[in-house]
């Protein structure tokens, strides 16, 4: 059985190319993209203007620019994740 990404219920801009992400299921954390930012659809947000106008897309439970560009919902969600206190991302394992 395929388990599904939980859905993001907010995405916040911290500055950089900090995005605060939070999920239905209690999974929050600040992932930082600057290192994924390559290739023709992400080199464009390097301007942290373009970044910053990010928008929640949350029926895919993904993040997009006004470019197009969008992550990987289950991307987004180990990075989140991963960046979560361990009680948080310990109980989003479960």
Same mark, same amino acid.
């Given at each position: ?12 801009? /911290? &500055? ?14 600040? /992932? ?6 390559? &290739? ?55």
């Amino acid at each position: 059985m395929c388990k599904l990404t939980p859905k993001i219920v907010a995405a916040d801009y /911290i &500055g950089d190319y900090r995005i605060r992400l939070r999920y239905e299921d209690g999974v929050a954390g600040e /992932i930082d993209l600057e290192p994924d930012l390559w &290739g023709e659809m992400f080199e464009p947000l390097k301007d942290k203007t373009l970044f910053a106008q990010f928008k929640l897309y949350p029926e895919r439970s993904t993040i997009y620019w006004p470019n197009e560009a969008d992550l990987a919902p289950e991307f987004l969600y180990d990075r989140a994740r991963t960046s979560a206190p361990k009680d948080k991302a310990h109980h989003a394992a479960e």
